[in-house]
């Protein structure tokens, strides 16, 4: 058997899950993932397992290209949604051997697991919805299982095909910012970036302060406002928004609309927060001022 370790309010929590005899010895690193950018997040998800809680739709475009969701309608009047990540554990603190299932500490409106891959990799299981009529944990024990099915049998599937050749699933995040950027503006040492996964986020962080810097691409429909007041930055639209729900970070979107891209139903957008132990608003300049070089950086 696995034991699965969590820490809540003090106290340990575990989690048993059953493994084959191979599954005791170091997985190789990146054996199970294989290439980052192929790796196929939505391989993690089996609608048939998650119907038991209602009808099922798989999306691949509410956020990073790293994370795929499966929407499930219980009936109310949002679904739930659970979301599976692919992450490096350089980026997310995960602490276990390869199969051990973390429990975070949930809440009325979500319920996220960890499941460790081997020395490099986790997949983070987060089901999620606001006054949901069902258990949420009881959903996200759900996912977790499949999760761990798939990595007991080898590595993870590969996308069934390539991105557009014009989405940021092309691009660098961590290659956005230049040194000389990030030690003028934030104070921030280019050698602490880590890659969150694939390249398509990135985060830094500041010795003096607590300051941290997040670069990552998301995907946001076409059609709709994206969140916070419109500026412009060296040419290109931007938006600046601080986010109500916490006091210490200031976000700044820059859509990626390149002038020869054919019409699609999401736009791949560039989220540059900066956050530290100061009110929001004070980071606003810095975090404008980072968006800029980073737009400059974008494939045309």
């Not at 602490?95 to 979500?110: F, I, M, T």
Request: with cysteine; charged share 20%; net charge negative.
């Amino acid at each position: 058997m696995i034991l699965a370790v969590a820490v809540l309010g003090g106290t340990a929590l575990f989690e048993q899950h059953p493994e084959p005899t191979d599954a005791l010895q170091p997985t190789p690193p990146g054996s199970v993932i294989g290439d980052e950018r192929t790796a196929d997040p939505c391989a993690l998800i089996d609608e048939n397992q998650l119907r038991q809680f209602g009808s099922v739709k798989v999306v691949t475009t509410y956020g990073n290209f790293n994370r795929c969701d499966a929407l499930i309608d219980v009936g109310a009047k949002r679904p739930v949604d659970v979301e599976v990540q692919l992450i490096t554990r350089a980026s997310r603190v995960v602490q276990g051997r390869p199969l051990e299932v973390v429990k975070s500490a949930h809440n009325d409106s979500e319920c996220d697991r960890t499941v460790v891959v081997d020395d490099e990799y986790a997949v983070r299981v987060t089901a999620k919805l606001h006054n949901p009529p069902a258990d949420l944990c009881t959903v996200a024990t759900v996912a977790t299982d499949t999760v761990l099915t798939v990595l007991r049998n080898g590595s993870i599937p590969r996308r069934a095909g390539p991105f557009p050749d014009d989405s940021l699933a092309h691009a660098n995040a961590c290659t956005l910012l230049d040194s000389t950027t990030l030690v003028t503006v934030a104070a921030v040492d280019i050698d602490s970036a880590v890659n969150v996964f694939g390249n398509w986020a990135c985060k830094w962080f500041s010795s003096v302060g607590g300051l941290g810097i997040n670069v990552r691409f998301d995907q946001h429909p076409a059609q709709e406002k994206v969140n916070g007041e419109l500026v412009h930055l060296g040419g290109h639209a931007a938006y600046v928004w601080l986010d109500p729900d916490s006091n210490n970070k200031c976000t700044v979107s820059v859509p990626h609309r390149p002038p020869t891209s054919a019409p699609r139903a999401h736009i791949d957008v560039v989220v540059l927060t900066v956050e530290g132990d100061r009110p929001g608003a004070e980071y606003c300049p810095r975090a404008e001022n980072l968006a800029a070089v980073a737009a400059q950086k974008l494939p045309s």
